[in-house]
């Protein structure tokens, strides 16, 4: 009944830019906080950045100045800009509710930053 479906990663060398897109299905885009989430191998996953329904921001420091969470909630759909991307950066990014619903994880999208 929920589902999260991210996309937009890639392969991108470091100091390139990408953006992250996450569809939302029906009722979980009106949870008030929405946040991306990232996964490196070997590592938990990690709360990068989130945003409210009335767009109030906030970020992990090692992304702050880079990254910008936005969302269009008439569409659904949460956005993650990557921008001076880092070979740290490189993980699968997931979008969920903060705190996050367990039943909503989608397969996440792979980015990867080279040196």
């Known amino acids: 009944q929920v589902q999260l479906v991210e996309s937009g990663g890639g392969l991108v060398q470091a100091g390139g830019s990408l953006r992250l897109s996450c569809a939302a299905s029906g009722s979980i885009f009106s949870f008030n906080v929405m946040g991306w989430y990232h996964q490196a191998p070997g590592k938990q996953r990690e709360l990068v950045a989130w945003?409210?329904?009335?767009?109030?921001?906030n970020y992990v420091d090692s992304v702050k100045g880079r990254f910008t969470i936005s969302r269009d909630n008439a569409k659904n759909t949460l956005y993650l800009q990557m921008n001076s991307l880092k070979p740290e950066d490189t993980a699968i990014y997931y979008c969920?509710?903060?705190?996050?619903?367990?039943?909503?994880w989608g397969q996440g999208t792979q980015v990867t930053v080279s040196s």
């Open positions: 969920n509710t903060v705190p996050p619903r367990n039943d909503a």
């Open positions: 945003i409210t329904r009335s767009g109030y921001t």
